[in-house]
């Protein structure tokens, strides 16, 4: 499967958000390491990948009632 990254600045364009707001607000919260964005190389740098990120953006139609986000990146059903 391939995707498009983009770096903040780039995403902060797609989405009409500004790069602050998504770096102290949305990072960790609503856009998660390893599903919606990661870090190559184990560097600071950040590569968001847009299609996951347009999807929690939409919203998902099969969405379970209860995800619990876990620190790998992945979701427990609850």
């Keep these: ?6 770096t ?4 902060s364009a797609r989405i009409k958000y500004d ?4 770096r102290q607000q949305l990072n960790d ?3 998660l390491e ?9 560097r600071r740098k950040i ?3 847009w299609e996951a990120v ?6 998902r139609k099969n969405a379970p009632e209860l995800e619990i ?3 790998n990146g992945e979701v427990c059903h609850g």
């Design 8 to 11: 903040t600045e780039e995403l």
């Design 47 to 49: 590569l968001y990948l």
């Design 19 to 22: 790069v602050r707001t998504i």
């Design 69 to 71: 986000p876990m620190a």
């Design 54 to 59: 347009e999807e929690e953006m939409i919203g």
């Design 34 to 42: 390893g599903k919606h964005y990661i870090k190559p190389f184990g």
């Design 29 to 31: 919260s609503v856009l």
């Design 1 to 6: 499967m391939a995707h498009t990254y983009l």
